[in-house]
């Protein structure tokens, strides 16, 4: 008894990697094992009441017991049985070790009173997983999932702790190893890498990618609505129209109005409504005021230059046009008073 619990504890030392439970007690089971671990298959419940049994991979005898003595084990050198707990432990396992096993076991008489089998798969379990996210040009956001080693790996993803729904989803299949994550899902992200030896996660903050949605109606009635990247966003921009003041010049007819300038594809008036008629009258009827305003503001200021340069022109002396004429005039009046 003392050399058997010596073996096993050296076993338990040398082994190492991934170790599985298999329950072989019901005829028909799938056992699984990872490749470079360690299985431990219960094959009966107890051997004491079995006076012969012997364990049989494929059609090859591995294992052979009687009277609680184990009289032959061809894999001796990693493996353990305790005839005690009828478990069976399979150390270092390889791709070999796959197969169909079979426990039969014998009466007093030497025959045969019980056979069952079982299947043991061997796969490599998953060693690590690797997240990498991009984001697209429409803002989504796609996430990519790979691990290392791992036969048939089976991913899942979860976000802040629960299942990601179709809402957050563009691609509707959240069971691969690529997602795509539509505009609006941030949160904590998880890929979880899984088969029936081995499971392994990633976990990763993510972020929007710096979409907005927009819903608004332009100044010509166009209806814009999507997602836009909120740096180089120049729809649908809530503006102010701030008006510093009107200075009219006294005498040189400046006229200087400041407005901050709306772009043309806009449509807001300075008290800040949005996309009604309303909104949209008052508008025009404050840029008809402007217009006559300026209108009458140039008339006021021709109408006075005119009336200057009128001034002007009254204040010059008038002069006769021909210097003979007036020498003749007093020639004239000379003889004339002369004769009289």
């Known amino acids: 008894m003392e050399v058997v619990v010596g073996l096993m504890i050296m ?54 017991v009687r009277n609680n003595t184990v009289l032959s084990n061809i894999i001796q050198s990693r493996s353990l049985f305790i005839p ?6 399979i150390n270092n396992l390889s791709r070999n070790d796959s197969g169909k096993y079979t426990l039969i076991t014998f009466d007093l008489d030497g025959k045969v009173s019980s056979k069952r089998s079982l299947q043991l798969f061997i796969q490599a379990p998953v060693s690590s997983v690797l997240l990498v996210s991009e984001c697209l040009s429409q803002g989504e956001m796609r996430v990519s999932c790979s691990s290392e080693g791992g036969d048939s790996p089976q991913y899942s993803w979860t976000l802040d ?18 997602i795509t994550l539509k505009q609006h899902v941030s949160g904590h992200l998880v890929c979880s890498v899984r088969n029936n030896v081995s499971n392994v996660s990633k976990e990763e903050r993510i972020s929007t990618c710096g979409f907005s949605f927009i819903n608004c109606t332009l100044i ?23 008006t510093r003041g009107s200075t009219v010049g006294d005498e040189t007819g400046v ?34 005021v402007v217009i ?15 009336k200057h340069d009128k001034a002007e022109v ?23 008073y002369a004769n009289t």
């Open 11 to 64: 076993l338990l030392g040398v082994s190492h990697g991934v170790e599985t439970y298999c329950d072989g007690r019901q005829d028909g089971a799938q056992c699984y094992g990872a490749l470079g671990g360690t299985v431990d298959i219960q094959l009966m419940d107890s051997t004491s009441e079995i006076p012969r049994y012997e364990l049989l991979k494929n059609s090859l005898k591995i294992l052979y």
């Open 84 to 89: 005690s707990n009828g478990r069976f432990r």
């Open 161 to 178: 702790g629960r299942t990601l729904t179709d809402a957050e989803l563009l691609s509707v299949n959240n069971k691969t190893n690529n």
């Open 220 to 242: 010509n009635g166009t209806q814009i609505s999507g997602w836009v990247y909120e740096a180089n966003n120049t729809l649908c921009i809530k503006p102010t129209i701030t």
């Open 255 to 288: 006229v200087s109005v400041k407005n901050s300038i709306t772009p043309f594809n806009q449509t807001a008036c300075s008290d800040g409504t949005w996309h009604n008629n309303k909104s949209l009258l008052m508008c025009g009827l404050r840029a008809v």
């Open 292 to 306: 006559l305003l300026l209108v009458g503001i140039y008339i006021y200021f021709a109408w006075r230059k005119k």
């Open 314 to 336: 009254s204040a010059v002396p008038q002069t006769r046009g021909d210097p003979e004429d007036s020498v003749l005039m007093i020639e004239m009046s000379s003889a004339t």
